[in-house]
């Protein structure tokens, strides 16, 4: 919620991948790969992703 004499903020998180450029793009473009994700918390998980990254596509994943 906003109050009025605050202004908006945005959040832009940053993620440092310390693997190869060509195995990252692999399983970012695979939404079975996102969902085996390991996080850091053993009862999260993600029930859901989505992607297509053509002209019009999207990303959409879920976390738990």
Excluded at 18 to 46: G, R, S, T
């Amino acid at each position: 919620m906003k109050h009025k004499d605050q202004p908006v903020k945005k959040l832009i998180p940053v993620i440092l991948v310390e693997k190869q450029l060509a195995d990252v793009w692999k399983y970012w473009n695979d939404a079975e790969a996102i969902m085996q994700c390991k996080i850091p918390f053993d009862n999260w998980h993600f029930p859901a992703a989505g992607i297509d990254f053509r002209a019009g596509g999207m990303f959409n994943f879920r976390m738990e």
